[in-house]
């Protein structure tokens, strides 16, 4: 069960938008609706941000958003801003014998 | 607003067992629609699952960790815990505990560092 691949930097300017991608295989995110996209300041606890592909939990801003095609997750933060620099990390339901969940290796996202 | 609280023993030496209690408050740990999970973080590295458990006793582990840990729900108390044995200086981490539904960790506690030292 290796951790899903995601690229470990990815930068934008205020107001661009940038898309970090999570690939995995048909065990965990190509099989199952179940990704979810958390936010790390670090120091602090993990935020959910996305769960199921992409829904938005209360309270988090429409900038961020969620995609899936075939075993890549994607998400997308729309209109960046300061604070948005964190490190982002997807994670998947997977199930080989066992369910379990897997994360993306995680991505730090800095804002030029 | 549910919370939950991370505590143990900040050292832990080789080959013993690290041991750590979640405390929810807010909301019961009954639930019969939340998973109770353990995730870790060690120093510099990304996010991995442990575990979670639900209060009727079902446990879902990592594959690789699995002979090694052991998740287990207190009502009583609304607590869960996490046990994980015979631990090297590679289980060193901050260790979170989280609510989880559908393998989405909702809710989490803020860690606590737990190292693997002599």
């Known amino acids: 069960q290796s951790a899903l691949t995601q690229p470990p930097s990815a930068s934008g300017s205020p107001g661009q938008s940038v898309t970090i991608s999570c690939t995995g295989t048909?065990?965990?995110?190509?099989?199952?609706?179940?990704v979810s996209w958390y936010q790390h300041h670090p120091g602090k606890a993990p935020k959910l941000i996305i769960y199921?592909?992409?829904k938005r939990p209360s309270g988090v801003p429409d900038r961020f958003s969620g995609s899936k095609s075939g075993n890549t997750a994607s998400l997308t933060v729309s209109g960046l801003q300061a604070e948005d620099e964190a490190d982002y990390y997807c994670?998947?339901?997977?199930?080989?014998?066992?369910?379990?969940?897997?994360f993306g290796g995680g991505t730090k996202l800095t804002v030029l | 607003q549910l919370q939950l609280q991370e505590s143990g023993p900040g050292l832990v030496k080789p080959s013993e067992t690290l041991s750590l209690t979640c405390t929810v408050s807010?909301?019961?740990?009954?639930?019969?629609?939340?998973?109770w999970a353990w995730i870790r973080q060690p120093p510099g590295k990304g996010l991995e699952w442990i575990g979670s458990?639900?209060?009727?006793?079902?446990?879902y582990y990592k594959p690789s960790l699995k002979s090694r840990v052991a998740i287990s729900v207190d009502p009583s108390k609304n607590q869960f815990s996490l046990r994980l044995s015979a631990v090297t200086a590679a289980d060193t981490a901050v260790y979170y505990c989280?609510?989880?539904?559908?393998?989405?960790?909702?809710?989490w506690g803020q860690g606590t560092l737990v190292t693997v030292s002599s």
């Open positions: 048909s065990s965990d995110v190509g099989g199952y609706k179940y």
């Open positions: 994670s998947s339901h997977a199930v080989t014998i066992n369910a379990y969940v897997i």
């Open positions: 458990m639900h209060y009727t006793g079902a446990t």
């Open positions: 199921e592909v992409n």
């Open positions: 989280t609510r989880d539904r559908t393998s989405t960790n909702i809710d």
């Open positions: 807010g909301g019961s740990i009954s639930s019969s629609d939340h998973h």
